[in-house]
């Protein structure tokens, strides 16, 4: 059973930086994604980074690119999302989520979540 644990989130002021981990466990298929997510209460999830496993693509949300980016380590077991240049709006509950097929900054397409991280920035 595929299990994902996020850590990583808190406070920090506008400007600053946090980098999120998403600890992966019982995932045993060669390819897939995953992706991260954050959602504000009584909004909907958005999609912010995703990468594959198979070729090592990356995607990124608009609102994130160039300031955010998502990274695994070579061993595999763990997803990073380094955050910089944080500001209010990136304020939200942070998920990593995997699917075993291609990637999507669309969280219908995924069926394995972790708990979330909760992200405060301070302006």
């Known amino acids: 059973r595929v299990q994902l644990v996020e850590s990583g989130g808190g406070s920090v002021q506008a400007g600053g930086s946090l980098r999120l981990s998403c600890i992966v466990s019982?995932?045993?298929?060669?390819?897939?994604?995953l992706a991260w997510f954050r959602q504000l209460p009584g909004k909907e999830r958005e999609g912010v980074a995703s990468l594959d496993f198979g070729t090592g693509s990356t995607a990124y949300a608009d609102s994130v690119q160039v300031r955010f980016a998502i990274t695994r380590d070579s061993a595999g077991n763990t997803t990073y999302l380094q955050m910089s240049s944080l500001n209010p709006e990136d304020a939200a509950v942070y998920y990593c989520?995997?699917?075993?097929?291609?990637?999507?900054?669309?969280?219908?397409?995924?069926?394995?979540w972790g708990q979330g991280t909760k992200v405060t920035v301070s302006s």
């Open positions: 019982g995932y045993t298929y060669t390819g897939g994604c």
């Open positions: 989520a995997a699917r075993a097929g291609a990637c999507y900054l669309a969280a219908d397409w995924y069926d394995i």
